[in-house]
């Protein structure tokens, strides 16, 4: 396992770039892509293969992007 990565060095939104979906920086593959390509299997080695321009703290940035966009949502409980 890595250590911590800071995501706001690796992810960016930017409007001229994918309407601005946040975006792994210097690229135009947007974080929901590889969320949804770890979430239906793939391996960190899968995505390095496939797209050769990121980097193995791209992926953990996207996680970390992901952790970070919901820690703050409330949750309400369903009265029963």
Do not use: H
Not at 33 to 44: H, S
Request: charged share 20%; hydrophobic share 45%; net charge negative.
């Amino acid at each position: 396992m890595t250590a911590m990565v800071d995501w706001t060095l690796y992810i960016q939104s930017n409007p001229k770039v994918l309407y601005g979906k946040p975006i792994i920086k210097n690229t135009r593959i947007s974080v929901d892509l590889i969320l949804e390509k770890l979430a239906v299997g793939d391996k960190f080695d899968d995505l390095l293969d496939a797209y050769p321009n990121i980097t193995e703290k791209d992926i953990y940035a996207c996680l970390m992007f992901a952790a970070f966009s919901i820690k703050n949502e409330i949750v309400y409980s369903i009265a029963s």
